[in-house]
């Protein structure tokens, strides 16, 4: 049954990647919604063509994916978190997939931009939030990774003053 609907997830992101976002607009909602709660489920197979066909959906979709972008990334958060989904392409799908979101963003979420400016702080905190997560989960690999090394320098240039507080 998950090789059903990990086929019908693939295929519902080729088609919004083959027709284009623009003749698509309003599936994408349905189609975001359905991918979601598929990439939800605990078999690692179904979950990583969910995805896919997200990244697929977004990248095709463009700007009629920007209502869906704090959902996306809500569920891109919990996935990473989430202790059921261990698989290790996970990293990179949900990688691609929040690259995908940011492209869709565009120049609004360039640095120096009045979005970046009040996204910031939540960007930081997830950052923060999610390398502690990493070292609690796997403090090997960011030290083969030498993860440690641009996190330390990173806040030896940090000005905001609450970082100093850490």
């Not at 909602?29 to 896919?52: E, F, I, R, S, Y």
Request: proline fraction near 5%.
């Amino acid at each position: 049954m998950s090789t059903l609907k990990g086929s019908t997830a693939l295929a519902l992101g080729c088609v919004h990647r083959s027709v284009g976002g623009m003749a698509l607009s309003a599936l994408v909602p349905a189609t975001v919604q359905a991918l979601c709660a598929l990439a939800k489920d605990p078999n690692d197979n179904l979950h990583g063509w969910a995805l896919h066909a997200l990244w697929l959906t977004a990248d095709a979709a463009g700007l009629s994916y920007v209502p869906h972008v704090q959902a996306t990334l809500s569920l891109a958060m919990e996935m990473l978190l989430s202790e059921d989904h261990a698989a290790p392409e996970l990293g990179q799908r949900i990688g691609r997939l929040v690259n995908a979101v940011v492209a869709v963003l565009g120049p609004e979420l360039s640095p120096g931009s009045s979005l970046f400016s009040r996204c910031k702080p939540s960007l930081r905190q997830a950052a923060a939030s999610t390398l502690r997560h990493l070292s609690e989960r796997d403090p090997v690999a960011m030290v083969e990774e030498h993860i440690e090394e641009d996190l330390f320098a990173m806040l030896d240039n940090e000005t905001d003053e609450r970082w100093d507080a850490l």
